[in-house]
C-alpha cells in the first residue's frame, strides 16, 4: 500500500470512531454508479415522495468514520425531509485508506476525471438521473477529511457544485502539512491551486462557506482563513468582509459579498456543529453540541425558503410501494434479471432468484429507481 495512504495519522486519531446511535432515516447502498475509478461506496437517502428537480447534497465523513455514521449525526436526513432534497453519502473503505480517510492529499484522487473525486462526480451524475435532481442545484459538504475533499470537489468540479461547505477542512491542494502548521502563500498562489484544477474554465464558481471551531488543535485554525484566501481570489473579491452578523451557539459569521462566508464559532475543537435542542443532529465525539451548521449550509444555499426556522415534523411519506414476486417485479419493469437472479432498477439491489415464490416490496424513490422496502411500507 502506497504509505502517502497513512500520513494523516494524527487527523484519524482525532477522529477516533464516534459513538453510533441508530440512523435517523434509512440509508440505501448503490451497487452501481459507474466506473468507480476510486474505489469508493455510495449510500443515498431520498426523502418520501420526492419530485424531480429539487436539490441534490453530497455528505462527505471524516476519518475513521462512515456514511451511516455521518448520517446518523450531522442532521442532514432531517433538513432534507423538510427542504426536499436528496442526499448522496460516499463512503471510504479501509482498502484505499487504512483509516478510512478521504484521499485529499494524494495527486491521483484529487484532480478532475481521475481517482476519488472522479467516483463523486459519478456519483452525482448517478443521482441526477435516477432520483431527478437538479443538476443546477449540487451542493456539496462535508467534515475534516470530508472537508478537505469538498474542497476538491469544489475546485475540480467547479461546473457540477452550485456551492460547498468545507467543515474543519484544507484549502485545495495543500497536502498534509496543512493539517499541522499555516502556510506563507499569497491569496493569489492559492486561488492558482483551484484554477489549476480545470485549466481553462472561467466560472461560475462555486460559492464557499467555511467553518471552524477557533479552539481546533487537530487542523489548525489557519485554514478557516487560507481557505477564505483561496476562495475570495478565485471569485475575484475583497479579503476585507462585506458584512458580519452574530449567530447563536457563540458563533459569528463573515461575508465577502455573495461569494466566500467565514464562520467562526467560538470555543469548540474539531468537529461537526451541532445543536440536539433544536433536533439538528445529535451530539457525540466529534459532533459538537453549539449551533445547527446543517441548518445554516442549508439557508446559505436557498435551501430554506424564507429562512424561517424549520418546523419540527417532516412531511409524510408518500412514495409508492410494491410487493409482488421476482418475476412480477421484473415483468412491470421494476427489477431486471441477470444470469437467473433479479435486481432492483435503478440502485441495482440483489433480489434473489428470478421466479414467482420469491416476493419482495420496493419503493419508488425517483424515475426507474427502486429500493427494497421490505416490511417498510
Known amino acids: 500500500m502506497n504509505p502517502r495512504r497513512y500520513w494523516p495519522v494524527l487527523l484519524a486519531a482525532a477522529l477516533a470512531v464516534a459513538g453510533f446511535s441508530a440512523a435517523p432515516a434509512a440509508l440505501t447502498q448503490v451497487g452501481s454508479f459507474g466506473s468507480?475509478?476510486?474505489a469508493l461506496r455510495m449510500y443515498s437517502y431520498v426523502p418520501a415522495g420526492l419530485p424531480t428537480g429539487r436539490p441534490l447534497i453530497v455528505a462527505l465523513h471524516g476519518c475513521t468514520q462512515s456514511a451511516a455514521d455521518y448520517h446518523s449525526h450531522s442532521g442532514w436526513p432531517r433538513y432534507a425531509d423538510l427542504y426536499r432534497a436528496a442526499?448522496?453519502?460516499?463512503?471510504?473503505?479501509?482498502a484505499n485508506n487504512a483509516l478510512a480517510c478521504f484521499n485529499w492529499f494524494t495527486a491521483g484522487d484529487i484532480r478532475r476525471g481521475q481517482g476519488e473525486a472522479l467516483s463523486i462526480k459519478q456519483m452525482v451524475d448517478h443521482a441526477i438521473r435516477?432520483?431527478?435532481?437538479d443538476p443546477a442545484r449540487v451542493y456539496v459538504t462535508g467534515l475534516s477529511a470530508g472537508g478537505a475533499m469538498t474542497a476538491v470537489m469544489m475546485a475540480a468540479y467547479p461546473d457540477v457544485f452550485a456551492a460547498g461547505a468545507v467543515i474543519a477542512g484544507l484549502p485545495y491542494d495543500c497536502g498534509t502539512i496543512c493539517q499541522y502548521q499555516a502556510q506563507s502563500k499569497t491569496p493569489q498562489q492559492w486561488g492558482d491551486l483551484v484554477r489549476a484544477a480545470y485549466p481553462g474554465y472561467g466560472g461560475p464558481w462555486p460559492r464557499a462557506s467555511i467553518w471552524y471551531g477557533?479552539?481546533?488543535?487537530?487542523?489548525?485554525?489557519?485554514?478557516?482563513?487560507?481557505?477564505?484566501?483561496q476562495w475570495t481570489n478565485v471569485w475575484g473579491v475583497s479579503r476585507t468582509p462585506s458584512a458580519t452578523a452574530?449567530?447563536?451557539?457563540?458563533?459569528?459569521?463573515?461575508?465577502?459579498?455573495?461569494?466566500?462566508?467565514?464562520y467562526r464559532v467560538q470555543g469548540i475543537g474539531h468537529g461537526t456543529p451541532v445543536n440536539t435542542a433544536e433536533q439538528c443532529g445529535t451530539a457525540g465525539t466529534y459532533y459538537l453540541?453549539?449551533?445547527?451548521?446543517?441548518y445554516y449550509i442549508a439557508q446559505s444555499w436557498g435551501l430554506t425558503g424564507n429562512g424561517t426556522p424549520p418546523p419540527s415534523s417532516p412531511p409524510p411519506a408518500t412514495q409508492?410501494?410494491?410487493?409482488?414476486?421476482?418475476?412480477?417485479?421484473?415483468?412491470?419493469g421494476?427489477?431486471?434479471?441477470?444470469?437467473?437472479?433479479?435486481?432492483?432498477?435503478?440502485?441495482?439491489?440483489?433480489?434473489?432468484?428470478?421466479?414467482?415464490?420469491?416476493?419482495?416490496?420496493?419503493?419508488?424513490?425517483?424515475?426507474?429507481?427502486?429500493?427494497?422496502?421490505d416490511g417498510q411500507c
Open 36 to 38: 468507480n475509478p476510486g
Open 87 to 94: 442526499v448522496v453519502y460516499p463512503e471510504q473503505t479501509s
Open 130 to 133: 435516477a432520483y431527478g435532481s
Open 214 to 229: 477557533t479552539s481546533d488543535t487537530t487542523v489548525v485554525p489557519a485554514n478557516a482563513t487560507e481557505l477564505r484566501d
Open 246 to 262: 452574530s449567530l447563536p451557539g457563540s458563533t459569528t459569521v463573515e461575508h465577502y459579498q455573495n461569494a466566500v462566508s467565514l
Open 289 to 294: 453540541d453549539s449551533i445547527c451548521s446543517s
Open 320 to 332: 409508492p410501494c410494491f410487493t409482488a414476486s421476482n418475476y412480477a417485479h421484473t415483468t412491470a
Open 334 to 373: 421494476r427489477a431486471y434479471q441477470s444470469g437467473g437472479n433479479v435486481y432492483a432498477n435503478g440502485s441495482n439491489q440483489a433480489m434473489g432468484l428470478w421466479n414467482t415464490f420469491t416476493v419482495h416490496t420496493l419503493r419508488q424513490t425517483g424515475p426507474n429507481h427502486y429500493v427494497l422496502a
